[in-house]
């Protein structure tokens, strides 16, 4: 029987066995705390342990299972909250009350509650890895469909169940492969946490995710199946971005990874997703929602592995062809982790302390997003958006920079916009996106042909608005010319009107497309005919005080997102009190 030699934090070593493998998941101790082999050499096999280790002695046993670190993938994980090894928060709970106790031996997955089944083969049918064989409702709002898991043979249908209420853990089907070997299949798969669910072909990026956040969706757009990081030191709304994007963003599946986060706010999330009522189906939120909750006083071998549970679950769900996002706050949680976990390795540390391997950790989870077709032949996608908290707000630390080389946009929050109240505090000069020509196309086809010219209009106001704030803050707003006095009130009302959005407003939390592009046209107007009137000698003190300037800025409140016809009323206005304006000069 294979012992603990040594217990050093959530490292364990075990001396002198070949019992175990690479990445085998394994029983340490009496309480038998779940746990991963991550070192073999031939003296000594080096284990981190997901749970916490006080009290662990050298001479426990430590037994082997003979398989790697796994997720159960099967009904029942939608609308639930786990930790960071999908084990129910719930059943935790009713265990060991609100405080965790470690070796609680709970079922992943409810296996004793039956589903209205529904079988989508029959007997003499061909089925390959990845096909569907039955599906059922797992929620209001999402069919679950077990498929043939990727590394299976395939082969001829010889028994199927019969549709009704079924366990997850009941036999649905029998297939016999090419040998003659008969093998049944429950709802129930197992995958591997760090190993990518395999896909048919990976397709290209061409739709946005649409956020209904105006500085995401117009300025820096995220793609569905892309990767997108949000930095930003304390109070900036990191969490709270998140939030706005899983309530809105027009995936059909969120999973929020709360990894190393404050207690307190998982249960925000928990509270106000509870009572958001979806925009999609009008059904609550959690419908489409699985939450994975390893707050900073968890056990930190746990936060590591929360990410790659997350993300396999997500790979699950886009086998079935569904679009995922996932919420990972933060990302530097989990880096911070890598670095303790090292640090008890005694591993040879790089910048800043975090290992070596930084770099590929995070490109290894950033790469698992995309949009692809699926083996079972439908187009799925897993988009990414990471949270990162540098300290101080500095962006060079290690986690940013290198989340910054694999990742395709980059919203940067801004301590000052943030302490102004200006949300979301994405700071439009520092954030980029490289989605903007991959899905240009989308934008053209499906709300105007001109949306793409028009951004850019809006976009190129502001970058020159930044330039000429350094003259202002010199010499002062007055020796500007005109032209650049109505740059300036354009590019303001852009960023309070605009820009700035409202969470807690019924019209302003979510703005569709054409709103968006609706009120980027009657801002360009408002430029256009007031350097008109200026050409023409109006005073820009005139055109000021026409008003249309702080109306634009409160447009976002005085016209509903349901009528967009006070768009045009809006634009006949503005145009004849401009020209009125221009009129008068002559």
């Not at 886009?318 to 996002?325: E, F, L, N, S, V």
Request: charged share 25%.
């Amino acid at each position: 029987m294979d012992v603990i030699y040594s217990v050093n934090g959530p490292v364990v070593k075990v001396k002198g066995t070949k019992s175990f493998s690479m990445q085998e998941m394994v029983y340490v101790g009496s309480k038998r705390l779940i746990a991963e082999v991550i070192g073999v050499a031939s003296d000594f096999t080096t284990i981190q342990v997901y749970e916490g280790t006080t009290g662990l002695l050298p001479g426990e046993p430590v037994e082997g299972t003979g398989s790697p670190m796994s997720v159960m993938l099967a009904p029942g994980i939608i609308t639930n909250i786990f930790d960071g090894i999908e084990r129910p928060l719930n059943r935790l709970e009713e265990i060991s009350g609100a405080f965790l106790s470690d070796g609680a031996n709970v079922e992943l997955l409810d296996t004793e509650k039956e589903y209205d089944t529904t079988l989508t083969v029959k007997v003499g049918d061909s089925i390959e890895p990845g096909m569907c064989y039955c599906t059922c409702p797992e929620s209001a709002v999402v069919t679950h469909k077990c498929m043939l898991p990727p590394l299976e043979k395939g082969g001829e249908v010889v028994w199927v169940a019969e549709n009704g209420r079924h366990k997850i853990t009941d036999e649905m089907i029998k297939v016999r492969d090419s040998f003659g070997k008969e093998t049944a299949y429950t709802m129930i798969q197992k995958w591997p946490i760090r190993v990518p669910r395999p896909c048919k072909e990976r397709l290209p990026i061409s739709k946005p995710l649409i956020t209904g956040q105006r500085v995401i969706d117009t300025i820096s757009p995220i793609a569905k199946g892309g990767t997108a990081a949000i930095p930003g030191g304390f109070g900036t709304g990191k969490t709270m971005t998140q939030h706005q994007l899983a309530k809105w963003c027009d995936a059909d599946i969120i999973i929020y990874i709360g990894c190393g986060e404050r207690g307190n706010e998982m249960t925000q999330v928990l509270t106000e997703f509870s009572e958001l009522i979806d925009p999609r189906t009008d059904k609550p939120l959690t419908d489409r929602t699985m939450l994975i909750a390893n707050t900073s006083n968890m056990p930190v071998a746990a936060r590591e592995a929360s990410i790659y549970t997350g993300i396999t679950i997500a790979e699950y769900y886009r086998d079935m062809g569904y679009h995922i996002a996932i919420m990972a706050d933060s990302t530097s949680r989990w880096a911070e982790a890598l670095r303790e976990i090292s640090g008890r390795l005694e591993e040879m540390p790089a910048e800043e302390g975090f290992p070596a391997y930084l770099p590929s950790r995070i490109a290894d989870f950033y790469e698992r997003a995309g949009y692809v077709n699926t083996l079972g032949g439908d187009e799925g996608s897993v988009t990414i958006i990471g949270a990162v908290s540098p300290q101080g707000s500095d962006f060079s630390e290690p986690v940013t920079q290198n989340t910054k080389r694999f990742v395709r946009c980059f919203l940067a929050l801004d301590k000052n916009l943030a302490y102004a109240r200006h949300y979301p505090a994405i700071n439009w000069n520092d954030s980029y996106s490289e989605y903007l020509d991959d899905i240009a196309q989308y934008f053209t086809d499906n709300v105007a042909a001109d949306y793409m010219e028009t951004r850019q209009r809006i976009s190129s106001i502001l970058s020159k608005e930044n330039e000429l704030m350094e003259i202002v803050k010199l010499m002062g707003s007055d020796v500007l010319p005109d032209d650049q006095k109505i740059l300036i009130e354009t590019a303001r009302v852009i960023r309070v009107g605009f820009l700035q959005q409202n969470a807690f407003h019924k019209d302003d939390t979510y703005v569709d497309l054409d709103k968006q592009y609706r009120m980027m046209k009657i801002i360009l107007l408002l430029f256009d005919k007031a350097n008109e009137a200026a050409g023409r000698g109006a005073d820009v003190a005139a055109i000021k005080a026409t008003g249309w300037f702080e109306k634009l800025i409160k447009m976002k409140y005085d016209i509903p997102n349901d009528k967009p016809q006070m768009f045009d009323e809006y634009s006949e206005q503005l145009t004849a009190d401009l020209d009125g304006l221009e009129a008068q000069a002559n």
